[in-house]
């Protein structure tokens, strides 16, 4: 069986010097290789490549009459067809897209204009979209974060907020959407904001505030006090969670805290100006202490 | 895009020289008839050319000879195939000139080429191929899209038939 193998192998052009020397002493390898040798000796009819082709032609010239279908090539379709895609979208967003887009990163306001002279102001940690082609017909902008708005007088001016929508003519206001928390409140004017179902009309001095899914209903404030225009946060009974929140907006940092109840309400303010101060305004009141570690604030009981 | 297409004349051309020969070469072994294996042969090469759409180009090697066979098929009425040695082939031992020997080379001929037409149209024509091609086993499993086990077994069962045959058991 063994020899089966190497007689194949040996045909296959593939047997080792050795292998060969092995399979010359078995007693049948003589007529194998004149099997071999004469097979191989076999005449078959030789072509002659050119006239064959030739002749081939010739043949399938008659047949070509009929009309060889070529087919549409598809790949070749696709090609253009993305390229076309890719110039079309390119010179899209290169020419008729007018998202206008500002954003302040942590610790960080910004003022700027809007196409009609409305004014801006944008807290820290805060976007603001808007598509500047259609803002003479419709004065619509997304917030994301807390900004100051003093409308000029106008058509319909809107805000829209993931939480709520907040729509003016004129006047000068203040909105604040974080995590589960939006605020709106009227300097000037009346502004009307709609939250899911309910639509409410804000009269001057005012305040809108809905906290985790729930309508807050301390509704006046001090008009004196626009306070993070002033480089200052100020609160009247707010959950602590939504202040830690704020200074970590304000300051950059990242606030951890221990064993402390974050619903526990605080009313008072803290400056924009130095991270030390702003702590303490807001721990002392509430009997806690901080400490600052790198990038990281830990709050925890003054007990401990 | 770099793929070939059989549609495109150069590459058509090309294909055709490469396998012509052996084309025509595998329809002889099956029919065993000079004067039908080129018609066979040019026959196999027209409906690819006709197709040339439909085929990929690394395929058309065995697509050729799956053509040729079912032309085969449909066409040749099995006969008693028929070779003949090339006419001045050197015998085996080329030094050995006695009487003796050439006549008892030339009658290990006739027996072999009568051995080599009485096997079966499969294992005929993966011997010759072998032989007369020099192609390898793997090269012919390809072309004729078998595995190699199987060209394998039909090259030992073809030696074993000629063998026995020559022996004259």
């Not at chain 1, 050795?18 to 071999?36: G, P």
């Not at chain 1, 030739?54 to 009309?67: V, Y």
Request: with cysteine; net charge neutral; proline share 1%.
């Amino acid at each position: 069986m063994e020899d089966k193998n190497n007689i194949l192998k040996w045909l296959n052009r593939e047997t080792s010097d050795e292998e060969l020397a092995r399979l010359q002493e078995s007693k049948d390898f003589k007529t194998l290789e004149k099997i071999a040798h004469y097979a191989s000796q076999i005449e078959t009819p030789k072509v002659n490549v050119d006239k064959s082709l030739e002749d081939f032609k010739l043949r399938t010239q008659k047949t070509a009459k009929k009309g060889r279908v070529i087919p549409f090539n598809f790949k070749q379709l696709y090609k253009y067809a993305a390229a076309i895609i890719v110039l079309f979208t390119t010179s899209y967003f290169l020419f008729f897209n007018n998202e206008t887009s500002f954003k302040t990163k942590f610790a960080q306001t910004k003022t700027f204009q809007l196409p009609d002279n409305s004014e801006v102001v944008l807290n820290a940690n805060s976007e603001i979209t808007f598509d500047k082609k259609e803002w003479e017909s419709n004065r619509h902008l997304t917030l994301n974060g807390e900004a100051f708005f003093k409308v000029q007088k106008g058509k319909k001016f809107t805000v829209l907020t993931d939480i709520g929508e907040v729509t003016v003519l004129g006047t000068k206001f203040n909105v604040k959407e974080r995590v589960n928390y939006f605020e709106v409140k009227t300097y000037e004017g009346l502004v009307s904001v709609a939250y899911k179902d309910t639509l409410v009309k804000l009269s001057k001095g005012t305040i809108f505030k809905v906290v985790n899914g729930t309508i807050d209903t301390v509704n006046t404030f001090n008009i004196k006090e626009n306070s993070w225009l002033q480089k200052e946060s100020n609160f009247k009974s707010i959950a602590l969670r939504f202040v830690l929140k704020e200074i970590e907006n304000q300051f950059g940092y990242t606030i951890e805290t221990k064993d402390i109840d974050l619903d526990i309400l605080y009313s008072g303010g803290f400056t924009h100006a130095d991270v030390n101060i702003a702590l303490q305004s807001v721990t002392i009141p509430l009997q806690l202490s901080y400490k600052i570690e790198g990038e990281k604030i830990i709050i925890f009981n003054y007990d401990n | 895009m770099t793929n070939k297409s059989l549609c495109d004349e150069i590459y058509f051309n090309e294909f055709y020289s490469t396998h012509i020969q052996s084309a025509s070469n595998f329809a002889y072994y099956k029919s065993g008839d000079k004067n039908t294996s080129l018609d066979l042969a040019q026959e196999a090469f027209i409906k690819i050319w006709e197709n040339c759409t439909k085929i990929d180009f690394s395929k058309a090697k065995s697509y050729l000879f799956t053509v040729i066979n079912n032309l085969f098929l449909n066409k040749i009425k099995h006969q008693k195939v028929v070779f003949e040695y090339a006419k001045s082939s050197p015998y085996l031992d080329v030094d050995n000139q006695s009487p003796e020997y050439l006549l008892e080379e030339e009658e290990f001929k006739v027996k072999l080429k009568n051995a080599i037409a009485d096997l079966t149209e499969g294992e005929r024509e993966v011997f010759l191929m072998n032989r007369i091609d020099g192609k390898k086993y793997r090269e012919i499993a390809e072309m004729l899209e078998l595995s190699q086990k199987a060209v394998e077994k039909r090259m030992s069962s073809a030696l074993k038939k000629l063998r026995s045959k020559i022996n004259g058991i």
